[in-house]
């Protein structure tokens, strides 16, 4: 199974919004990371944060992470079209491996 | 870098058929990872290496999978004989350090298995 599950599955919000998608997991990590998949690419990685780190930003990305709830949640602000991609939480499983979770497609309607 | 590079990008066959894909990882980096992603079972990691050595091949669906990794700089993931249920997109990625660090992925090779 699935070691990072993202919520919600899809997403559609307008230009200007802003965009929360959450990432919950079932084991102890020590870091959880975001990539982002346009349309027919490959995944690009957006942020990392550690286990011991409870908020991260990168431009208009906030990322938070809650271990004790073993949930992390992506803000993109003041989101354009050029957004509309999947989003995806990847865990490390305690260092053993990373697990991408099933994504969330986020539609910016201009 | 020209980052992960990966041949071809699409490919159709028919059932029966073998397929070979290319990956080219990012020079310098020393853990390269081979995924598979369909609509149905999302992104799932088939095989992965450490210094061009196989460390888990658990992914592999069956025994018509098999990659190999002959130096740092290639690899190839090949499916004899092909079927239908094959057909996905199969991503090449490539880090440096832990095999948990940051994974940069090539474009994908659509394969369809007529």
């Known amino acids: 199974s699935q070691q990072g599950e993202e919520d919600p599955q899809a997403l559609s919000i307008q230009e200007g919004e802003n965009a929360t998608m959450n990432c919950s997991y079932k084991?102890?990590?020590?870091?959880l990371q975001w990539y982002r998949q346009n349309s027919g690419r490959g995944l690009v990685h957006l942020i990392l944060i550690r286990s011991n780190e409870r908020e991260k930003h990168s431009g208009r990305l906030r990322v938070t992470l809650d271990t004790s709830k073993k949930s992390s949640s992506l803000l993109i602000t003041a989101s354009r079209a050029a957004d509309t991609a999947s989003y995806f939480c990847?865990?490390?499983?305690?260092?053993?491996?990373?697990?991408f979770g099933g994504g969330t497609r986020l539609m910016v309607k201009p | 870098d020209a980052g992960v590079i990966q041949s071809p990008r699409h490919e159709v066959t028919e059932m029966g058929q073998e397929v070979t894909l290319r990956c080219k990882p990012i020079?310098?980096?020393?853990?390269l990872f081979w995924y598979r992603q369909t609509m149905m079972r999302g992104l799932e990691l088939l095989i992965y290496f450490n210094n061009n050595v196989p460390i888990d091949d658990s992914g592999m669906p069956e025994d018509r999978f098999s990659a190999k990794m002959p130096n740092a700089s290639f690899s190839t993931l090949k499916i004899q004989p092909s079927e239908p249920r094959d057909s996905a997109v199969y991503f090449c990625a490539s880090s440096s350090g832990q095999r948990t660090d940051t994974q940069y992925f090539g474009p994908g090779t659509r394969l369809t298995v007529l």
């Open positions: 990847a865990t490390d499983n305690a260092g053993n491996m990373l697990t």
């Open positions: 084991t102890s990590i020590n870091n």
């Open positions: 020079s310098g980096h020393d853990y």
